[in-house]
Structures are given as structure tokens and as C-alpha cells.
């Protein structure tokens, strides 16, 4: 809720509680004869005892008002005793109206005083108000939506009515009224008067977010003017009263006081009238210093938002320190430099740019230097140590000899120029990366340019940092693919040599004579371990080389149209020998003739390493059935199915992680098979993923896109499926 709502509960609330007190007073003055209460002073009015209790029940809704929501039995009071004090009004008009007593007046103090005197009966305005109060009150929460709020409009006539009586008072005229052909009435009491305005007004104030209140309690500039023209026109009765009081004395005669008063009226409005304009136009220079930070601030953001781009975009850690002083300068600063962290905790220039391109030799003699806390400013020194960024003003060359040491750094600064710089430590990850230092060479920077550079010197750190880590990825995936290379070249040769030999060693044994066929047996089993060994090598080695191509994003895929059967046919021709060795039944079968787009070689590899898994992975003599069918989504659906015994549904998520096997205990290879497919079908475009229950098998899905196109000639070397039982 506004301050100004605030204080208007808190007036109406004071008001309410002064209303009943004050009725209250003057009730105990009828009761005991105490004429100070219901009279003030002698020759003034009275306020009569039925007044008395209107401003008892008054004062006492208003209060029960002032608390919102008003709803149930406090709703229901309000109700009640704005009723009775619209009755005690009602009734003492068609007194007045009628001509007639029916002894209203003596309700609460009984007194035959009344019978024969007028005055003391409650005056025929004052009932009126009465009656307009009590409705006010009633209506209080009605708002119409096309017409003033009714309580306003009560409240001001009520407010009205007491204005002018206590200006009867104030100018020095009888406050009484009389109607012709009516008994002559009287006016309202002072303190009638008062308590009347300070009721309407407080009724008014309960409800400052309605009506009028709102204008008057708002924040805006409606606000703000109605409440300096309602001073104003507060001020103009009490000139009238002191222009009354000259007359009343003889201080000058009623030509003279009516120019007074014409002329505190004019000096009044003119007062109000500049005071209202110097507020406005400091309003309106008020706007316009928002306006113009806010519009600072989104070409500030829009800055950021366009640098964080572009730094994004650089790849190298040089790019970005390029970009960065690009866009620094001269945007912000008359020249800029960034200073790195070396290897041995040294600060060196890694890069500089001034607006003036003919001092690109100074800036390349500053960058070849390695600063050091020995020649650096003792402000910058004093940056990094407290880590806190710190702003130079004024500074002049007096100044500037006194901070750098260093003679040759010296007269480079001086040629650059330096009246005021910013030295911001950039801290990434919780360490210092460098420091950014932005200086002007004619001009000092602002608090608002501290602030931004601050933002600047966030994002400069994180990306420098972000840059570094990437060339340090880099050095390292270069380095892996430089071991790789060495390991599979120094690997694979040797190893080829063991292949060859043991099939050469094999041929000999088969036609060595003399040798029995035990021996020879036993030989060949030999030379058959070894051979298979340097087969597993190879197939290791091949997954490593091609892990490492996809991680630094240099594999690609050559797909065409190939046959799923002629696919089938190769992959068998592959894994028979395994799965002879293994004593298993391979079972390979085609729902029809399809046509996929893969590159050939890859999906053989996926399929050849799916039925590796499955013979590696079940007892002997068990079945790996392979099928290929058509999916409704426009794929070749690929499985593979075994009789093993299942994966465990918590290692479901991690089969296809790279170096994870099922059982760290018994590794059999790199744990990258299923990786390496996983990428190789991700490449085609299609999915692999796996289904499998405890003891019940395991079978794995690959799809691959088909293709419209034909393939122009069979693949030669490969046995149709139906040309030899695909098993051993």
C-alpha cells in the first residue's frame, strides 16, 4: 500500500475516534450543566444534545469503516448508527418544515429550556448534513462506473456546509440563518462546524483508493497537482481572515481590505502557479535523466548481448582477445589492454588496440613486453592483490611518473595517453585469468562506465577461460590422435606380421610329412589361438582409431543404395567361423527384398558386432537369430536376438556408454563396441536400442532409412542366404 494510503487510514481513524469524543464531551456538558463544552464561549452557539450523539455514532462508523473489508456485523453497526443519526436529522427537519415540536430535542437531555427556545434545538442545516452523512455512510463502498462516487459527492456538500459556517466565524458575521416564512433557525456551533468538516473529510479518507482520494493519494502527476492546488485554495479563506481581522481592528478601511484580499488572491495563485511549474520541470528533468539511463542501459545490454555473440564465436583464445578489444574500443575506452596470466604466474600483454591506428607501433612495443608486478603501476598491483577492480581519475603526468617505474613503459603511456583508466582482475573458476584495463586518454571515466566495464570484465574472463580450455582440448585430442597414430602404426604391423606367419606356419604344418596327426593337431589349435588373438588385437586397435575420429568429429559416412539380403549375406560369411568355433546356429533371414541408404561396410560392422556380443555372451551350442524387416515408419528394422541370459534392467540405461561393461571383474575389450555402433547407426539417421529380461535373452533393434533407389550390381564374394546353411 502508497505512504499516502497509509496516512489516510491513520487521519480517518483520529478523526473518528475526536468525533466521538468530542460528542461525547459535550453530552457530559448538557449533563451537568457545564456550558464551556456545548457552548466554547459565551454569545457563541451551542451544539445541541441530538448533535452531540450524531457525532457520537458519527465518529464511531467511521472508525468501524476506516477497517477494510467491511463486511457482517461490523458492515451491520455501520448500518445501525448511520441510520440513527439520519433519523435524529430527518426528524428535526420535518420539525423545521412543519412548524410543529415533537420533542426530539428532549430525547436525551430532558429540559423544558427547549420547549421555548429555538436555539438550543439542532439547526436545520445541521440536519440536513445529517441526513447526507448517513447516506455517505451507507454507500460508502458504492462505486458507479460512469458517475462520481455518491460518498464523495455527500461528503463534499456536507464539508461545504461546515466551511461556511466556520467562515462566519472566522470574518466576524452572525452565524445564523433564518428562512422566510419559516421560525428563524440557527447556524452551527464552532466546534459543530469543525467536527463536521473533520467527519466528511474522514470519511472521504477511509476509502483512498475511490473516488477523489485516489487523485489526491496518487503518485502521479494528477496526484501532484491536485494537492498543490488544494493548498492553494486552503490558503485563500485564511487571507480572507486576516484581510478581516485589519478591517475588525481599523488597521485600514473595506476599499483597502477588498484590494488586500484581490491581491493575496493574485500572489497566492502566482506562487502556486511557479511552484507548480519549478515542480513540473523538475519532474520532466527527472524523466528525462530516467529516459536516458534507461535507453544507457538497453544500448548497454544490447552491447553485452551482441559481444557475448561474438566472443562466442571465436574458436581460439587470440580471436577472442581480438574481438574484445574490437569492440572496446573506441566505443568505451580511448585504448585498451589485456594482460594474460602465464605459465609461471607472470602477467604479460596478450593483446592491445588504440582508437589511433598510427600508434600500432607503441601498442605492438607494449604487447612484446612482460609486465610483472616490477613494472607495473602500483594500482594495478593493488587490483590484483585485493582483487577489486580500481578507478584512476585526474591523472596527470606527475601522477603517472609516480606509478610506473619502469622509464620505457613510462613514454610508451605518455605517447598512448592516460587521464583516467580502470584496472578489472578477470577470475574465472575461482582463480585469476589476467586483467582487463580500459583507459581514457582526454577524459575521465563515470561511475556508470565502472559499472558496465565491471559487466565487460564478467564476460571477458569466462571466455578467455572458456578459450583456453579449448585449445587445452585441442593440444590433448591432437596428442591422443598422435598416440593413436603411433600405437595403431607400431601395433598393426607387427601384428600383421603375426597373421601372415601363423597362416603361413599353418600351411607348413598341414603338408609338413612324418609329423603324426596328434602332433599336427595340436599345432594347428596353436597357431589358431594365435591367429585369433591377433585378430582381437586388430579389432581393438580398429574400434580405438575409430572411437577417436568421432570424438574430434572427423568421421564421416559415405552412404548409398544397398541390398538388406546381400548386408545379411556378408555379415554371414563373417560370423560363421565364430560362431562354428562356438558350436552355435546362426539364423539369418529377410521378410522381403529392401533397399536401405547406409554405407555398406558400417552397417556390417554394427550387425557383425551385435552377433559377436550375442555368441561371446551364451553358452555353447545356443542360437543367434538375425532378422530384417520393414518398419512402418519407412526404416529397415535390424535384430539380433540371443538365448543368454539377459541384461539387468539397472544396467539397461548404460549399455551403450562408452567403456562400460556389464562386469568391471571381466572385461573382453575396450567396452567401446556398442559406443562405436551407436554412432555409426546416430550417423544414418536411424535408432539402435535393446529389449531384455533376466534369463530370457537379449535382443537388439537397428533401423536404418530405406532408399528409393536401386543398387546398379550385386556385390560379388557373398553367399546367398539360401545358398548354404547359415550355421556350423
Not at 403 to 422: H, K, N, Q
Amino acid at each position: 500500500m502508497q505512504a499516502w494510503h497509509l496516512r489516510a487510514h491513520r487521519f480517518a481513524k483520529a478523526v473518528g475516534v475526536l468525533c466521538a469524543l468530542g460528542g461525547a464531551l459535550v453530552l457530559l456538558g448538557w449533563q451537568f450543566g457545564l456550558a464551556e463544552l456545548y457552548r466554547i464561549r459565551p454569545g457563541f452557539l451551542v451544539m445541541a444534545p441530538n448533535s452531540a450523539a450524531a457525532f457520537i455514532a458519527g465518529g464511531i462508523a467511521l472508525v468501524l469503516v476506516n477497517r477494510q473489508p467491511l463486511r457482517g456485523a461490523r458492515r451491520a453497526a455501520v448500518a445501525l448508527l448511520a441510520v440513527s443519526a439520519g433519523i435524529l436529522g430527518l426528524v428535526t427537519a420535518v420539525e423545521y418544515l412543519t412548524v410543529r415540536n415533537f420533542g426530539i430535542d428532549r430525547l436525551l437531555i430532558p429540559n423544558a429550556e427547549f420547549e421555548h427556545n429555538p436555539e438550543l434545538r439542532s439547526s436545520l442545516n445541521a440536519a440536513v448534513v445529517w441526513i447526507l452523512l448517513s447516506l455517505a455512510f451507507l454507500l460508502v463502498d458504492y462505486t458507479p462506473r460512469r458517475c462520481p462516487r455518491p460518498t464523495s459527492l455527500l461528503a463534499m456538500f456536507s464539508a461545504f456546509s461546515a466551511v461556511v459556517s466556520l467562515a462566519t466565524y472566522l470574518y466576524g458575521a452572525a452565524p445564523r440563518f433564518a428562512i422566510p416564512g419559516f421560525v428563524p433557525t440557527t447556524g452551527l456551533a464552532l466546534h459543530s462546524a469543525v467536527l463536521l468538516l473533520l467527519l466528511s473529510v474522514g470519511l472521504v479518507a477511509a476509502r483512498p483508493q475511490l473516488g477523489m482520494m485516489a487523485v489526491l493519494t496518487s503518485n502521479d502527476s494528477g496526484g501532484f497537482m491536485a494537492r498543490r492546488f488544494l493548498l492553494g485554495a486552503a490558503s485563500l479563506p485564511i487571507a480572507g481572515f486576516i484581510v478581516s481581522l485589519g478591517v475588525r481592528f481599523r488597521w485600514f478601511d473595506e476599499v483597502l481590505a477588498e484590494s488586500l484580499l484581490a491581491a493575496l488572491g493574485a500572489a497566492i495563485a502566482t506562487a502556486l502557479i511557479v511552484r507548480v511549474g519549478w515542480e513540473l520541470n523538475e519532474a520532466d528533468a527527472e524523466r528525462r535523466r530516467a529516459l536516458r539511463e534507461l535507453r544507457t542501459h538497453d544500448e548497454q545490454q544490447r552491447f553485452l548481448a551482441g559481444l557475448a555473440r561474438e566472443l562466442s564465436e571465436s574458436l581460439t583464445l587470440q580471436q577472442m582477445l581480438e574481438t574484445l578489444t574490437r569492440r572496446i574500443v573506441p566505443a568505451i575506452a580511448d585504448w585498451c589492454a589485456v594482460e594474460l596470466v602465464g605459465p609461471e604466474g607472470e602477467l604479460k600483454h596478450a593483446e592491445i588496440r588504440h582508437r589511433d591506428p598510427a600508434l600500432r607501433p607503441v601498442t605492438r612495443a607494449l604487447l612484446a613486453s612482460v609486465t610483472g608486478p616490477a613494472g607495473l603501476p602500483a594500482t594495478f598491483v593493488r587490483a590484483l592483490r585485493n582483487d577489486a577492480p580500481v578507478m584512476v581519475r585526474d591523472l596527470d603526468d606527475a601522477a603517472l611518473a609516480a606509478r610506473v617505474v619502469d622509464p620505457e613503459r613510462l613514454a610508451r603511456y605518455r605517447t598512448l595517453g592516460m587521464r583516467s583508466y580502470i584496472v578489472f582482475p578477470l577470475r574465472a573458476r575461482g582463480r585469476l585469468v589476467g586483467t582487463l584495463n580500459l583507459i581514457a586518454s582526454q577524459r575521465n571515466f563515470t561511475d556508470n562506465e565502472f559499472a558496465f566495464g565491471r559487466e565487460i570484465a564478467r564476460l571477458a574472463a569466462m571466455f578467455a577461460d572458456n578459450a583456453r580450455l579449448y585449445e587445452d582440448s585441442q593440444r590433448a585430442v591432437g596428442t591422443r590422435e598422435e598416440v593413436l597414430a603411433i600405437v595403431s602404426h607400431d601395433l598393426q604391423n607387427p601384428l600383421n606380421a603375426i597373421r601372415l606367419g601363423t597362416g603361413v606356419l599353418a600351411k607348413k604344418i598341414e603338408t609338413e610329412p612324418g609329423a603324426s596327426h596328434a602332433f599336427r593337431s595340436h599345432l594347428l589349435r596353436t597357431v589358431g589361438t594365435l591367429q585369433r588373438s591377433a585378430d582381437r588385437a586388430l579389432k581393438l586397435i580398429a574400434d580405438l582409431l575409430d572411437f577417436a575420429k568421432y570424438e574430434a568429429g572427423s568421421w564421416t559416412i559415405t552412404p548409398q543404395p544397398e541390398h538388406a539380403a546381400e548386408l545379411l549375406e556378408e555379415l554371414g560369411d563373417m560370423m560363421r567361423p565364430q560362431a562354428a568355433d562356438a558350436s552355435m546356429y546362426l539364423d539369418l533371414s529377410i521378410d522381403e527384398d529392401l533397399v536401405v541408404r547406409c554405407e555398406r561396410a558400417r552397417v556390417v560392422q554394427v550387425l557383425g558386432n551385435l552377433v559377436s556380443n550375442a555368441i561371446k555372451f551364451q553358452a555353447r551350442g545356443g542360437t543367434v537369430t538375425v532378422r530384417a524387416r520393414r518398419d512402418p515408419e519407412g526404416y529397415a528394422l535390424f535384430s539380433v536376438r540371443d538365448e543368454g541370459p539377459g541384461i539387468l534392467p539397472e544396467d539397461l540405461p548404460h549399455i551403450f556408454d562408452r567403456y562400460w561393461q556389464p562386469d568391471a571383474s571381466r572385461r573382453q575389450g575396450t567396452g567401446l563396441g556398442l559406443a562405436i555402433a551407436r554412432n555409426i547407426v546416430d550417423a544414418h539417421g536411424g535408432r539402435i536400442w535393446v529389449e531384455s529380461q533376466p534369463g530370457r535373452g537379449s535382443t537388439f533393434y537397428v533401423t536404418i532409412p530405406l532408399s528409393d533407389a536401386v543398387p546398379t550390381e550385386r556385390h560379388p564374394g557373398t553367399t546367398p542366404l539360401g545358398g548354404e546353411p547359415p550355421h556350423a
